[in-house]
Nanobody, 125 residues
Framework: QVQLVESGGGLVQAGGSLRLSCAAS????????VGWFRQAPGKEREFVAG????????YYADSVKGRFTISRDNAKNTVYLQMNSLKPEDTAVYYC??????????????????WGQGTQVTVSS
């Protein structure tokens, strides 16, 4: 399976921006649909954004729509999550997930076979 590594997390003030990266290796990245998920303390892992294999279709949770943008560069084997207008409630560990057969935009974590280690995003008020 493909190996995924997230990066780009950190501490920002409310209203600030971060760009997360998910770098893949070991397989042809273009065959994988990809999703970003996050998990805050005491909460279940939730879907944030998804992208189709070509990048032509994107999907967003209502809580981030209009603020976050998912994109991918298959030549670089990388998926990005641009996060703008960050809020304290965005604080969580963010995970990149990929799967060869899942429908793009699927929001259930159990549908994805490959996961990264996560990167911490903290937004201060």
């Amino acid at each position: 399976q493909v190996q995924l590594v997230e990066s780009g997390g950190g501490l920002v003030q409310a209203g600030g921006s971060l760009r997360l990266s998910c770098a893949a290796s070991g397989r042809t990245f273009s065959i994988y649909a990809v999703g970003w998920f996050r998990q805050a303390p005491g909460k279940e892992r939730e879907f944030v954004a998804g992208i189709s294999r070509t990048g032509s279709s994107t999907y967003y949770a209502d809580s981030v729509k209009g603020r976050f943008t998912i994109s991918r560069d298959n030549a670089k084997n990388t998926v990005y999550l641009q996060m703008n207008s960050l809020k304290p409630e965005d604080t969580a560990v963010y995970y990149c997930a990929a799967d060869r057969t899942v429908r793009s935009g699927t929001s259930a974590p159990y549908e994805y076979d490959c996961w990264g280690q996560g990167t911490q995003v903290t937004v201060s008020s």
